[in-house]
């Protein structure tokens, strides 16, 4: 799914009064950004009138559906996060329900952009104070959404995988910075300066050179990972690594099995071991087949402008750039733990200092078709380690 994988816009100030509100920090420090709908989102918060001078929201949008006949893409189920971090300097928030004013936009704004069904956590305090769903699993069945609900990750998928390299790296069997051949020793690229000097961060920051939404295609084939990884020697770069960022799947693909090579185990089970497991997230998975659940939502898209049921998008193969599934409880664990600086009740799941290296600025990158408002020509846009801003 091209776009963010995971993140968000570090608003400075949201006021409730009639005065502009203040557009994102360029560049701003530690930031969980998103892909979709946070124009609309960041327009809520405002009207909420919530006031912090602070926050960090973030939007992922799953079970995104490209049909070739149509010449956008399409945003039919959505899981949303809105993570509002007060800092102790923050002014009294305003006599009327913040969490109410957001309800009712959600309500809204589900009928505004032919959205079957979404699920919404809001984190204050280091607790979440909203977690709830709105609109049906499935447009031709009844089935409301609710927390637990379980929605197709998508691109939020390279969060979790950079998430699981970085547990590898904290145990000192993974380097950032280290060529991966080191670790994945079958891997060839298209040239020997690719073979000898890519590394994870290369990977995980979209810097490899390969060119951007290209050779998703290669799950599709019936090729299993080690067949992938062979061919991958045959994909040409568009630019040399570290030059131009590139949105690549595949570059995320290798990341999840040199993370998966140096822990000895797949990519799958690292996930699971090391991020479901820890942080209680018991309704997560990786695969598409986790989707086939009671508590699931339908893949739709829009056809001639009418919301229908597709079959969902099946990567599993190269499932660390986007096979991944969640619930909006679940995802809210994801979020706290990284403003806890790596904590999950008491225990330690990644060293502060790692969690200020995935939000560390690792690649910049001009603004595309992908990147919609507030992100402009003026605030910049980079690449963290599985995340963006």
């Not at 209680?280 to 659940?293: A, F, I, P, V």
Request: glycine share 6%; aromatic share 8%.
């Amino acid at each position: 799914m091209p776009g963010i994988p995971l993140g968000c816009n570090e608003i400075e100030t949201i006021k409730s009064d009639a005065k502009p509100y203040r557009t994102p920090k360029a560049l701003g420090a530690k930031s969980l950004c998103c892909v979709s709908t946070r124009k609309a989102l960041l327009g809520a918060l405002k009207n909420s009138g919530l006031r912090t001078l602070r926050r960090y929201v973030c939007v992922s949008a799953t079970t995104k559906i490209n049909i070739t006949v149509m010449r956008s893409f399409v945003f039919t189920s959505l899981l949303m996060l809105a993570l509002l971090v007060p800092q102790q300097s923050a002014p009294a928030a305003p006599a009327n329900d913040p969490i109410e004013n957001l309800d009712a936009f959600i309500t809204r704004a589900l009928k505004e952009y032919q959205v079957p069904g979404a699920a919404v956590a809001v984190v204050r305090d280091g607790k979440p104070v909203l977690l709830k769903g709105y609109g049906v699993r499935d447009v031709t069945k009844s089935g409301a959404v609710d927390e637990n609900t379980i929605f197709q990750l998508a691109s939020v998928t390279k969060t979790l995988t950079a998430v699981v390299a970085a547990t590898v790296v904290d145990e000192g069997k993974l380097d950032w910075d280290t060529p991966i051949f080191n670790y994945l020793p079958d891997f060839v690229g298209y040239d020997p300066y690719m073979t000898r000097y890519l590394t994870e961060r290369d990977l995980l920051a979209q810097r490899t050179g390969w060119p951007a939404y290209t050779g998703d295609q290669l799950d599709s084939f019936g090729y299993d990972r080690a067949e992938i990884l062979r061919r991958l020697r045959f994909f040409k770069p568009r630019y040399s690594l570290r030059e131009v960022a590139q949105y690549s799947n595949p570059g995320f693909f290798v990341a999840g099995e040199v993370a998966a090579a140096a822990s000895q185990q797949s990519w799958n089970d690292l996930v699971e071991n090391r991020l479901f497991k820890p942080l209680e997230m018991s309704r997560s998975g990786t695969q598409t087949k986790d989707l086939q659940n009671a508590n699931a939502t339908a893949a739709h898209a829009l056809v001639d402008g009418k919301e229908v049921v597709v079959e969902p998008t099946k990567l599993d193969t190269t499932g660390a750039a986007g096979s991944a599934t969640s619930t909006a409880a679940d995802m809210s664990k994801l979020m706290l733990m990284f403003l806890n600086r790596g904590t999950h009740n008491g225990k330690q799941i990644l060293k502060p200092e790692t969690v200020e290296e995935i939000f560390k600025r690792s690649m910049v990158s001009k603004i595309d078709f992908s990147d919609l408002p507030p992100i402009s020509d003026k605030t910049g846009f980079y690449y963290g380690l599985g995340v963006g801003s």
